[in-house]
Protein backbone atom coordinates (compact mmCIF):
# COMPACT_ATOMS: atom_id res chain seq x y z
CA UNK A 1 0.00 0.00 0.00
CA UNK A 2 1.65 3.21 -1.07
CA UNK A 3 1.55 6.13 1.14
CA UNK A 4 2.93 9.57 0.85
CA UNK A 5 2.58 12.80 2.86
CA UNK A 6 2.79 16.30 2.46
CA UNK A 7 3.49 19.15 4.86
CA UNK A 8 2.40 22.62 3.75
CA UNK A 9 3.51 25.22 5.35
CA UNK A 10 0.97 27.47 6.48
CA UNK A 11 0.89 31.33 8.13
CA UNK A 12 1.30 32.31 11.48
CA UNK A 13 1.67 34.29 14.12
CA UNK A 14 5.66 33.02 15.03
CA UNK A 15 6.81 24.62 12.53
CA UNK A 16 3.46 16.55 12.30
CA UNK A 17 6.57 17.17 11.14
CA UNK A 18 6.31 19.99 9.03
CA UNK A 19 7.79 23.65 10.03
CA UNK A 20 5.36 27.27 9.98
CA UNK A 21 6.38 30.44 9.11
CA UNK A 22 6.55 33.55 11.04
CA UNK A 23 4.29 36.62 11.69
CA UNK A 24 4.89 38.70 8.25
CA UNK A 25 7.80 41.20 8.12
CA UNK A 26 6.78 44.83 6.83
CA UNK A 27 9.22 46.21 4.47
CA UNK A 28 9.00 49.62 3.55
CA UNK A 29 10.32 49.23 -0.03
CA UNK A 30 7.89 47.77 -2.41
CA UNK A 31 8.68 43.99 -3.52
CA UNK A 32 7.59 41.71 -6.28
CA UNK A 33 5.75 38.74 -4.97
CA UNK A 34 8.15 35.85 -4.25
CA UNK A 35 7.84 32.07 -2.99
CA UNK A 36 9.92 29.64 -2.30
CA UNK A 37 9.40 25.98 -1.06
CA UNK A 38 11.18 22.61 -0.80
CA UNK A 39 10.30 19.32 -2.56
CA UNK A 40 11.29 16.25 -1.70
CA UNK A 41 12.17 12.80 -3.55
CA UNK A 42 12.84 9.04 -2.03
CA UNK A 43 12.15 5.80 -1.53
CA UNK A 44 10.39 4.31 1.89
CA UNK A 45 9.19 1.13 2.94
CA UNK A 46 6.26 0.45 4.66
CA UNK A 47 3.52 -2.37 5.55
CA UNK A 48 1.54 -3.51 2.46
CA UNK A 49 -1.35 -2.20 4.37
CA UNK A 50 -2.47 -1.68 7.81
CA UNK A 51 -1.62 -4.44 10.23
CA UNK A 52 0.62 -6.90 7.21
CA UNK A 53 3.06 -8.59 8.51
CA UNK A 54 4.93 -7.72 5.24
CA UNK A 55 6.61 -4.58 3.99
CA UNK A 56 6.79 -2.92 0.34
CA UNK A 57 8.87 -0.38 -0.99
CA UNK A 58 7.67 3.04 -2.91
CA UNK A 59 8.39 6.30 -3.66
CA UNK A 60 8.83 8.84 -0.93
CA UNK A 61 7.70 12.49 -1.84
CA UNK A 62 7.18 15.61 -0.18
CA UNK A 63 6.54 19.28 -0.06
CA UNK A 64 7.23 22.26 2.09
CA UNK A 65 6.43 26.12 2.18
CA UNK A 66 9.64 27.73 3.02
CA UNK A 67 8.34 31.68 2.53
CA UNK A 68 5.93 33.47 0.79
CA UNK A 69 6.02 37.61 0.01
CA UNK A 70 2.89 39.46 -1.04
CA UNK A 71 3.51 43.10 -1.62
CA UNK A 72 4.99 44.59 1.63
CA UNK A 73 4.72 41.67 3.61
CA UNK A 74 7.04 38.15 4.18
CA UNK A 75 6.16 35.29 5.63
CA UNK A 76 8.74 32.99 6.96
CA UNK A 77 12.13 33.48 5.26
CA UNK A 78 14.29 32.79 2.46
CA UNK A 79 17.76 31.71 4.42
CA UNK A 80 17.99 28.04 3.88
CA UNK A 81 19.15 27.66 7.66
CA UNK A 82 16.35 29.55 9.00
CA UNK A 83 14.14 27.56 11.55
CA UNK A 84 10.62 29.25 12.44
CA UNK A 85 9.54 29.02 16.48
CA UNK A 86 6.95 29.62 18.64
CA UNK A 87 2.94 29.23 18.12
CA UNK A 88 2.36 28.65 14.30
CA UNK A 89 -0.38 26.84 12.05
CA UNK A 90 0.93 24.28 10.01
CA UNK A 91 -0.65 22.02 6.87
CA UNK A 92 -0.78 18.11 6.65
CA UNK A 93 -1.58 15.89 3.78
CA UNK A 94 -1.43 12.38 3.46
CA UNK A 95 -2.23 9.70 0.46
CA UNK A 96 -2.83 6.29 1.11
CA UNK A 97 -2.80 3.62 -1.63
CA UNK A 98 -5.59 1.35 -2.53
CA UNK A 99 -5.88 -2.10 -1.04
CA UNK A 100 -6.36 -4.83 -3.01
CA UNK A 101 -7.44 -8.19 -1.74
CA UNK A 102 -6.81 -10.13 -4.90
CA UNK A 103 -3.08 -8.85 -4.39
CA UNK A 104 -2.56 -10.48 -1.01
CA UNK A 105 -3.79 -13.94 -0.99
CA UNK A 106 -5.02 -13.79 3.32
CA UNK A 107 -7.81 -11.13 2.39
CA UNK A 108 -8.87 -12.91 -0.26
CA UNK A 109 -13.46 -12.36 0.74
CA UNK A 110 -13.29 -8.58 1.64
CA UNK A 111 -13.91 -5.70 -0.16
CA UNK A 112 -11.66 -3.68 -1.77
CA UNK A 113 -10.62 -0.32 -0.45
CA UNK A 114 -10.15 2.58 -2.20
CA UNK A 115 -6.83 4.88 -2.16
CA UNK A 116 -7.74 8.12 0.17
CA UNK A 117 -6.50 11.59 -0.28
CA UNK A 118 -6.80 13.51 3.84
CA UNK A 119 -6.03 17.40 3.64
CA UNK A 120 -5.91 19.14 7.03
CA UNK A 121 -3.84 20.76 9.76
CA UNK A 122 -3.44 22.29 12.93
CA UNK A 123 -0.81 23.64 15.55
CA UNK A 124 2.54 23.29 15.96
CA UNK A 125 5.16 24.67 18.78
CA UNK A 126 8.88 24.91 18.53
CA UNK A 127 11.76 26.00 20.20
CA UNK A 128 15.72 25.34 19.52
CA UNK A 129 15.59 22.34 21.49
CA UNK A 130 11.79 20.73 20.90
CA UNK A 131 9.16 20.85 19.00
CA UNK A 132 5.10 19.66 19.92
CA UNK A 133 2.59 19.65 17.33
CA UNK A 134 -1.12 18.30 16.63
CA UNK A 135 -2.83 17.90 13.39
CA UNK A 136 -6.85 16.66 12.24
CA UNK A 137 -7.56 15.99 8.40
CA UNK A 138 -10.36 14.80 6.84
CA UNK A 139 -10.21 11.99 3.71
CA UNK A 140 -11.80 13.88 1.05
CA UNK A 141 -11.35 11.03 -1.23
CA UNK A 142 -11.63 7.73 -0.02
CA UNK A 143 -12.55 6.93 3.82
CA UNK A 144 -14.10 10.10 3.38
CA UNK A 145 -13.45 10.42 7.80
CA UNK A 146 -11.66 12.33 10.38
CA UNK A 147 -7.78 11.50 11.56
CA UNK A 148 -5.86 13.21 14.04
CA UNK A 149 -2.29 13.09 14.63
CA UNK A 150 0.10 14.06 18.10
CA UNK A 151 3.45 14.13 17.97
CA UNK A 152 6.48 15.61 19.92
CA UNK A 153 10.75 15.76 19.00
CA UNK A 154 13.76 16.34 21.06
CA UNK A 155 15.96 18.40 18.31
CA UNK A 156 19.63 18.22 18.40
CA UNK A 157 22.40 20.56 16.15
CA UNK A 158 25.43 18.83 16.08
CA UNK A 159 26.43 21.25 13.18
CA UNK A 160 24.58 24.54 11.40
CA UNK A 161 23.55 21.85 8.77
CA UNK A 162 23.01 18.90 10.91
CA UNK A 163 19.05 18.42 12.30
CA UNK A 164 18.38 15.13 14.31
CA UNK A 165 15.05 14.78 15.52
CA UNK A 166 13.48 11.44 18.04
CA UNK A 167 9.90 11.63 19.53
CA UNK A 168 6.66 10.02 19.97
CA UNK A 169 3.60 9.57 17.50
CA UNK A 170 -0.26 8.82 18.44
CA UNK A 171 -2.39 8.05 15.46
CA UNK A 172 -6.24 8.56 16.08
CA UNK A 173 -9.40 7.98 13.92
CA UNK A 174 -13.11 7.70 14.54
CA UNK A 175 -15.10 4.90 13.48
CA UNK A 176 -15.65 5.23 10.47
CA UNK A 177 -11.88 5.08 9.34
CA UNK A 178 -11.19 2.38 11.84
CA UNK A 179 -14.34 0.30 10.10
CA UNK A 180 -12.68 1.23 6.89
CA UNK A 181 -9.11 -0.59 7.87
CA UNK A 182 -10.15 -2.67 10.20
CA UNK A 183 -13.46 -3.92 10.26
CA UNK A 184 -15.12 -7.26 8.57
CA UNK A 185 -18.93 -6.62 7.34
CA UNK A 186 -21.48 -9.15 8.03
CA UNK A 187 -20.91 -10.02 3.98
CA UNK A 188 -17.80 -9.92 4.04
CA UNK A 189 -17.41 -12.43 6.78
CA UNK A 190 -19.79 -14.51 4.50
CA UNK A 191 -17.08 -14.87 1.61
CA UNK A 192 -13.97 -14.58 3.78
CA UNK A 193 -11.92 -16.16 6.50
CA UNK A 194 -13.04 -13.82 8.98
CA UNK A 195 -15.43 -13.30 11.25
CA UNK A 196 -17.20 -10.40 11.77
CA UNK A 197 -15.73 -7.88 13.47
CA UNK A 198 -17.11 -3.95 14.04
CA UNK A 199 -14.36 -1.65 14.83
CA UNK A 200 -14.74 1.48 16.67
CA UNK A 201 -12.43 4.89 16.38
CA UNK A 202 -10.04 6.26 18.76
CA UNK A 203 -6.55 5.24 19.49
CA UNK A 204 -5.33 3.41 16.72
CA UNK A 205 -1.54 3.43 16.45
CA UNK A 206 1.07 4.85 18.90
CA UNK A 207 5.13 4.79 18.39
CA UNK A 208 8.13 6.70 17.72
CA UNK A 209 9.89 8.35 14.74
CA UNK A 210 13.69 9.13 14.48
CA UNK A 211 14.81 11.40 11.69
CA UNK A 212 17.66 13.15 10.45
CA UNK A 213 18.35 15.91 8.41
CA UNK A 214 21.36 17.70 6.66
CA UNK A 215 21.50 20.77 4.73
CA UNK A 216 24.42 19.95 1.64
CA UNK A 217 24.17 23.17 0.21
CA UNK A 218 21.71 26.18 0.00
CA UNK A 219 19.00 24.39 -2.67
CA UNK A 220 20.44 20.70 -1.70
CA UNK A 221 19.86 18.33 1.60
CA UNK A 222 19.35 14.85 2.37
CA UNK A 223 16.75 13.68 4.93
CA UNK A 224 15.83 10.57 6.22
CA UNK A 225 13.35 8.72 9.17
CA UNK A 226 12.87 5.23 10.80
CA UNK A 227 9.63 4.58 12.70
CA UNK A 228 7.95 2.09 14.72
CA UNK A 229 4.54 2.02 15.57
CA UNK A 230 2.27 -0.64 17.26
CA UNK A 231 -1.32 -0.72 16.57
CA UNK A 232 -3.84 -0.17 19.59
CA UNK A 233 -7.03 -1.28 20.09
CA UNK A 234 -9.72 -2.09 18.03
CA UNK A 235 -6.82 -1.70 14.93
CA UNK A 236 -4.72 -4.60 17.16
CA UNK A 237 -7.69 -6.48 17.91
CA UNK A 238 -9.32 -6.82 14.65
CA UNK A 239 -9.05 -10.02 12.05
CA UNK A 240 -7.17 -8.46 9.47
CA UNK A 241 -4.16 -7.44 11.58
CA UNK A 242 -1.69 -10.23 11.43
CA UNK A 243 1.18 -7.96 12.80
CA UNK A 244 0.59 -5.47 15.37
CA UNK A 245 4.11 -3.51 15.01
CA UNK A 246 5.64 -2.01 12.04
CA UNK A 247 8.92 -0.48 10.98
CA UNK A 248 8.80 2.54 8.37
CA UNK A 249 11.62 4.01 6.71
CA UNK A 250 12.43 7.03 4.40
CA UNK A 251 15.36 8.20 2.77
CA UNK A 252 15.23 10.87 0.32
CA UNK A 253 16.84 14.18 -1.51
CA UNK A 254 15.11 17.63 -0.81
CA UNK A 255 15.69 20.42 -3.51
CA UNK A 256 14.77 24.09 -2.27
CA UNK A 257 13.41 26.53 -5.30
CA UNK A 258 13.03 30.35 -5.12
CA UNK A 259 10.63 32.40 -7.62
CA UNK A 260 9.96 35.92 -8.13
CA UNK A 261 7.32 37.09 -10.36
Excluded: C, K
Excluded at 149 to 173: C, K, M, N, S
Amino acid sequence: MLRLTFVALALTTAAASAQTLDAPVVSSQSQGAAIGFTLRGGVQTTPEYFGSSDNETGPALGFELNYLRLGGYTFGSPDPLYYPEGFGFTGSFRYIGEREAADYPELTGLADVDASLEIGGGLRYATQDYQVFGVIRYGIIGHESFVGELGADALARPTDRLTLRAGPRLLFGDSDYAATYFGVTAAEAGTSAFGQFDASGGLLSAGVELGAAYQLSDNWGIDATVSYDRLQNDAARSPITTNDSSVSASIGITRRFSLGF
